[in-house]
């Protein structure tokens, strides 16, 4: 079974308008940490923002904010204003119980158009 | 530097070499993680290291694969008779210690290697 499923290939959304990348995931442990990245063109991985599974809010990061839904396992990215160079290919991660393996999800390409 | 650094950025080999691939993680980072992204693919994990141990090597995916750290910085990750199958881009990642928040992974530019 999928740990981390990302359902939507590739996104299209207009500058300035917001947008939300879908991310559940499964796991049985109660500590787990989830994380979201973007990769550019040019390959590498960025940080955008972390959801520990105890904490009471929701995360946000400037533009970037996390919808964490824990009963239904999801962690949806927001990003709020898109701009032209939020077009990238964006991944939802966990960190899983005690272990410090991150799995990833398949990726979402967002393609933002002006 | 400030951020990860890895070498060679680039390595065309031919089937049956070793190859040698370099990690230089952000000072201080006591974590250490590499991983492997085949063609439009997600990433998978292979090793982490905390300080200069590696807890779990389960995620290599076979015996060809090794990986060292060494006084808690720089770490290698070595792949003998290296097939067309271990054709990819080698991300390394640290992180300033493992647990909550500081667990956050910063990643390397990546290696990337063709295998002939």
């Known amino acids: 079974a999928q740990k981390i499923t990302q359902t939507q290939p590739g996104m299209f959304v207009q500058e300035k308008e917001a947008v939300t990348l879908d991310c559940t995931y499964d796991t049985s442990d109660p500590s787990y940490g989830l994380f979201w990245y973007k990769q550019p063109s040019s390959g590498e991985m960025i940080f955008l923002i972390y959801q520990g599974s105890y904490d009471q809010q929701n995360a946000t990061e400037g533009r970037y904010s996390l919808n964490f839904q824990k009963a239904r396992k999801s962690a949806n990215l927001v990003i709020s204003a898109s701009q032209l160079g939020d077009s990238a290919m964006y991944f939802c991660a966990m960190r899983e119980g005690p272990t410090y393996k991150y799995i990833f999800g398949t990726g979402t390409r967002l393609k933002v158009l002006a | ?116």
Request: aromatic share 8%; glycine share 12%; charged share 20%.
């Open chain 2, 1 to 116: 530097g400030a951020g990860v650094s890895q070498s060679p950025s680039n390595k065309v080999t031919e089937k049956g070499k070793d190859v040698e691939l370099r990690c230089d993680p952000i000072s201080g980072h006591t974590a250490l993680y590499w991983y492997r992204q085949s063609l439009g693919q997600g990433l998978e994990f292979l090793i982490y290291f905390q300080g200069n141990s590696a807890p779990d090597k389960s995620g290599l995916p076979s015996d060809r694969f090794s990986a060292e750290r060494t006084g808690g910085s720089v770490s290698t990750l070595t792949i003998q008779r290296t097939q067309q199958e271990d054709s990819a881009v080698y991300l390394c990642a640290s992180s300033l210690r493992l647990g909550t928040a500081e667990e956050t992974q910063y990643f390397g530019p990546g290696t990337r290697l063709l295998v002939l």
